[in-house]
């Protein structure tokens, strides 16, 4: 009873997570689009940088971008902020509710650091606090006055982190903390620069002063930033479904970097186009050449077992049932013993010889040419265990 409520929470808190994300990242490339294709024109105010003319929902939106401020406060001002601290804390409360409140089978792998429990929740949120402020500060910095040098001092941060957190959890822990840091940035950029940067311009306005554009001008750095950062946040977050991107302890953080490179040169093409600029195709083969890395990376890193020689005496199914009943079953049955689990995770099941010879290949890919299964290997699966797993399997999977 209470673990099929955790797991409603747990999809509730994800449904409005996505959802926040979505109307959250829509409009980051509504606005920087918007930005990007302002035209200026003499006739209007001053203060107006640009206009834009759109068509949507059955009518014409004449949009005027003002720089700093108009001269007067408006009636009506539509702040853009909640999308944003909604994503964070759906976004925060799934990630208590999957990998802090189960570290020992999502966040740990004894394999990669044998952390307790007691220190790998506190590290991980204290990362996400540093990350913060390191990204700030660097922002602030002398790197932060030239746009290349931040891209290119914020991506060798990036790249630390990446390499500790794959030291230091489990393959998904890693890939998830890195996203939930990158969105930690990105909703404290909007938090901490943004809307209060655009609360001082209005409080000027109030007073009659005329704003200071140091306020717009960080704003927008911020916002870029924000508008780079969506596409590899959202990757991470896909991949936990995909061992083969985090399963590979060795070179996953290669893998994940590979993935900004190529993110922010799609993200970069887009940005160029709806400025106008003559797109640059170059851009769609250079981003192909990190994703190509990716794969190399994901397939040479793969922690793979050995296999039991195939040719070798013929492995009994008998060997076979006893690992996964005691490996596996605990979770993959039809009524799970581990605690927390209501049904088998993903409806695989090794109840029944019928049932463990269909899914032969997925354990295969699960449990011997990666590590992915057990998860966080909290049942002790032996090397030999999983050799003789995938000798038997690659011997036909013969009952
Ligand atoms: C602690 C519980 C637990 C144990 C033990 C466990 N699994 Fe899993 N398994 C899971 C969970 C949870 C998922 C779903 C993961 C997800 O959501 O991506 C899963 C998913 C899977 C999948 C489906 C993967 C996919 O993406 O379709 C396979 C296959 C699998 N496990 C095989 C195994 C094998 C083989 C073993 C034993 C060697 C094993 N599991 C041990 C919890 C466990």
Not at 226 to 246: D, E, G, I, Q
Request: hydrophobic share 50%; glycine share 8%; aromatic share 12%.
């Amino acid at each position: 009873m209470t673990d099929t409520l955790l797991d409603w929470i747990n999809l509730l808190v994800r449904w409005t997570h996505v959802i926040a994300g979505i109307a959250w990242i829509g409009s980051s490339f509504y606005f920087i689009a918007l930005d990007a294709g302002l035209t200026p024109n003499a006739r209007l105010d001053p203060r107006v940088k640009g206009e834009a003319w759109q068509v949507h929902g059955g009518g014409f939106y004449h949009i005027q971008k003002y720089m700093v401020a108009p001269e007067f406060m408006p009636a009506h001002l539509t702040w853009f902020k909640w999308e944003a601290y909604g994503t964070w804390i759906f976004g925060f409360a799934l990630l208590c509710l999957t990998y802090f409140l189960n570290p020992s089978i999502y966040l740990i792998d004894p394999a990669v650091l044998d952390i307790p429990t007691w220190d790998a929740v506190p590290l991980a949120i204290a990362s996400l606090v540093l990350g913060w402020f390191a990204y700030d500060r660097l922002c602030r910095s002398w790197f932060g006055q030239d746009t290349i040098r931040l891209a290119l001092s914020g991506f060798v941060l990036l790249l630390v982190t990446m390499y500790a957190y794959t030291h230091v959890f489990s393959g998904r822990g890693a890939f998830i903390m890195t996203g939930a840091l990158v969105g930690t940035i990105m909703a404290a950029n909007v938090l901490m620069i943004i809307i209060p940067g655009q609360r001082k311009v209005v409080a000027s306005l109030l007073r009659g002063e005329v704003p200071d554009p140091i306020h717009g001008i960080v704003a927008k750095q911020r916002s870029v930033h924000n508008n780079y950062l969506t596409l590899p946040v959202v990757f991470t977050m896909l991949s936990n479904h995909y061992a083969f991107t985090y399963a590979s302890a060795r070179w996953s953080w290669l893998i994940l970097a590979c993935i900004f490179i190529a993110s922010f040169l799609v993200r970069h093409w887009f940005n160029t186009m709806h400025a106008g600029e003559k797109p640059d195709w170059r851009l769609w083969p250079a981003a192909a050449v990190p994703v190509a890395v990716a794969v190399a990376f994901s397939v040479l890193g793969q922690k793979s077992s050995a296999i039991a020689n195939a040719s070798a005496a013929p492995i009994a199914f008998a060997a076979v049932q006893p690992i996964l009943q005691e490996r596996c079953v605990t979770c993959h049955s039809a009524r799970p013993r581990f605690g927390g689990f209501v049904e088998a995770p993903k409806g695989v099941m090794f109840d029944t010889p019928a049932q463990i010879q269909k899914q032969a290949q997925q354990i295969m890919q699960q449990a011997v040419k990666t590590h992915a299964m057990p998860l966080g290997n909290i049942t002790r699966i032996t090397e030999e265990e999983r050799a003789t797993l995938g000798g038997w399997i690659s011997q036909g999977a013969r009952l």
